[in-house]
């Protein structure tokens, strides 16, 4: 059995472009993996493919992204599917922002590379993941990065500096389609000042980098999930540099220069919201 985590991500600024022919939308997005994650762990069977997860979350009477994933991996390497079972230990939660699903897949990927196809590179991996969902080039790679496109058009930016996260899911969810449909009917007003946050990335400057978090998506949040914005005032006023949701929620993150304030931050808010983790930045994989 082989096993790797699979980091969550948040998006430190969001902006929509437009939309494009195809119907999906183009993006604009610093993406940044943080240390919340689930585990994942491959073995070889006899035959067929089974993923077990601590959760519900398998879609019944249709192949899962997992399984797309691998068919679509051994079909690249040109090699044979043996039979795999794929156990999934969440931690992230799903239906967040998070990219949580992205992540298992992204982790399931890179686990087949290194046991299959060593020789495969970074970028056909992330190619791969692109088949099966927008985030997962992204996830595949990790770190801090300018994605743009769907999410599948990379570059790597300097590393967020060392730092905390609070991340805080209210206990409901946000159907994505809807704000697209939002964002689509209206004009934008603040968009996220990504070349800011990038000349901060490359400056080292924490503060910086907390002064840009945008995401256009709370511009056109619904009345009923503006406990969001509830959320992000407790973590401003607890003592973080900045807060904002991420992708398209209802998950808020504050970042933090001291730990200390980032862990009192935490504990304060586990008290009213299940779902808070305390998190830092990871690396490019």
């Known amino acids: ?4 985590t699979a980091p969550a991500k948040v998006n430190l600024a969001l902006d929509i472009l437009g939309t494009r022919p195809d119907g999906y939308h183009d993006m604009r997005m610093v993406m940044q993996t943080v240390s919340l994650c689930d585990t994942v762990a491959v073995e070889e069977t006899a035959e067929g493919f ?12 249709k192949k899962t992204l997992e399984q797309r ?4 991996f051994f079909e690249a390497a040109g090699l044979p599917m043996p039979g795999l079972r794929v156990t999934l230990e969440k931690v992230t939660p799903a239906y967040a922002g998070l990219g949580g699903g992205s992540a298992d897949v992204a982790a399931l990927l890179r686990i087949l590379r290194d046991a299959y196809a060593p020789e495969m590179s970074a970028e056909e991996l992330e190619r791969i993941g692109f088949t099966v969902g927008s985030d997962m080039p992204f996830c595949v ?9 769907r999410g599948e058009v990379l570059t790597d930016l300097p590393p967020l500096p060392d730092c905390w996260f609070v991340l805080c899911k209210p206990d409901f969810g946000i159907p994505t389609p809807s704000l697209f449909a939002l964002v689509d009917g209206g004009e934008l007003v603040r968009r996220p000042d990504i070349g800011g946050m990038r000349l901060a990335l ?21 009345e009923e999930y503006h406990e969001v ?12 540099l900045n807060a904002a949701m ?12 001291e730990r200390e304030t980032a ?13 808070t983790y305390l998190a830092v930045p990871v690396k490019k994989f």
């Not at 059995?1 to 790797?4: D, I």
């Not at 994933?69 to 679509?72: G, K």
């Not at 991420?246 to 220069?257: D, E, K, L, R």
Request: aromatic content about 8%; charged content about 25%.
């Open 69 to 72: 994933a691998a068919e679509a």
């Open 246 to 257: 991420s992708g398209s929620g209802p998950t808020v993150f504050g970042i933090f220069a």
């Open 202 to 222: 490359e400056a080292g400057d924490l503060a910086g980098v907390a002064a840009r978090l945008g995401n256009v998506f709370e511009e056109v949040l619904p």
């Open 50 to 61: 089974e993923l077990r997860t601590d959760g519900d979350f398998i879609p019944a009477g």
């Open 229 to 240: 914005f509830a959320v992000k005032s407790r973590l401003l006023e607890l003592g973080a």
């Open 141 to 149: 790679r990790g770190g801090t990065a300018l994605a743009e496109g």
């Open 1 to 4: 059995m082989k096993t790797l």
């Open 263 to 275: 862990r009192r931050t935490f504990e304060a808010l586990k008290q009213d919201y299940r779902q």
